[in-house]
């Protein structure tokens, strides 16, 4: 499939299945939310969770989104790179991750409150880059 094809496909959805490798080689699978930027996807992560593991050992990744419709869809190809952990509610990756919420929800009622829970949660910034793409699309 055309990678422009299917990244104009997943530029209007938000939810995808990423798929990262545990050291054994089977597949790790998690629902997570995306932003599209061009070629690339950004999505919050939290550190101490498998994938984050499995990014950190092999960046290879896939990245399936689905339709309403059960025949439609796109994968993607990839590798994920990771931000530093925030460890600051000013820090550069709490910046980021502000962005990443206005860009998905809009305001957030307490920023104060959402940076401090970035760091406690031990929240980072995965960057999944597509470098080709399979899928059944419409014509």
């Known amino acids: 499939m055309d990678l422009q094809r299917a990244l104009a496909y997943a530029a ?3 939810n995808t299945l990423l798929t990262t490798l545990r050291r054994d080689g089977r597949p790790q699978q998690s629902v997570v939310f995306y932003l599209l930027d061009g070629d690339q996807f950004t999505i919050s992560l939290t550190d101490d969770r498998a994938k984050v ?3 950190r050992r092999d960046s290879r990744a896939a990245l399936f989104i689905p339709s ?3 025949f439609m869809w796109a994968a993607f190809d990839g590798t994920v790179a ?3 952990v925030a460890t600051d509610p000013d820090d550069d990756v709490c910046d980021q991750l502000v962005e990443y919420y206005r860009r998905g929800n809009g305001e957030h009622p307490n920023w104060a409150e ?3 829970a970035m760091v406690n949660d031990r929240r980072l910034v995965g960057t999944f880059t597509a470098t080709s793409a399979t899928g059944m699309l419409p014509d």
């Open 12 to 14: 209007d959805r938000r």
């Open 53 to 55: 593991k499995n990014l």
């Open 68 to 70: 309403d419709d059960v």
């Open 82 to 84: 990771l931000s530093d």
């Open 114 to 116: 959402y940076r401090q």
